[in-house]
Nanobody, 124 residues
């Protein structure tokens, strides 16, 4: 069983920055991928960014390319999401998730462990 805990959310003005963290504990793993998803009120959960544990390959949603950066620390079993130039449309609950697949999937169904989420609110 893998436990994921997100932190770092909060209220920020448009144009500002936030750094989200995801700490993994429990059953250790050295393969697979980690992803960040978000869900805005009244909308479906959507993929934001993903990274492979081995190699550190990354994938981003078009809406965040150039503004968000995903990174990892294998020794700490941690994943981060640096968010810059935030927009009001970035508001939502951000979830960290883990997939056993070796390649990054943008589909939430392929992720088997999820955190409880952290709220990000971007004001205009």
């Amino acid at each position: 069983q893998v436990s994921l805990v997100e932190s770092g959310g909060g209220l920020v003005q448009a144009g500002g920055s936030l750094r989200l963290s995801c700490a993994a504990s429990g059953r250790t793993f050295s393969a697979g991928t980690m992803g960040w998803f978000r869900q805005a009120p009244g909308k479906e959960r959507e993929f934001v960014a993903g990274i492979t544990w081995i190699g550190g390959s990354t994938t981003y949603a078009d809406s965040v390319k150039g503004r968000f950066t995903i990174s990892k620390n294998n020794a700490r079993n941690a994943v981060y999401l640096e968010m810059n130039s935030l927009k009001t449309e970035d508001t939502g609950v951000y979830y960290c998730a883990r997939s056993p697949r070796a390649y990054i999937s943008t589909t939430s169904a392929f992720y088997d462990s999820w955190g409880r989420g952290t709220q990000v609110t971007v004001s205009s």
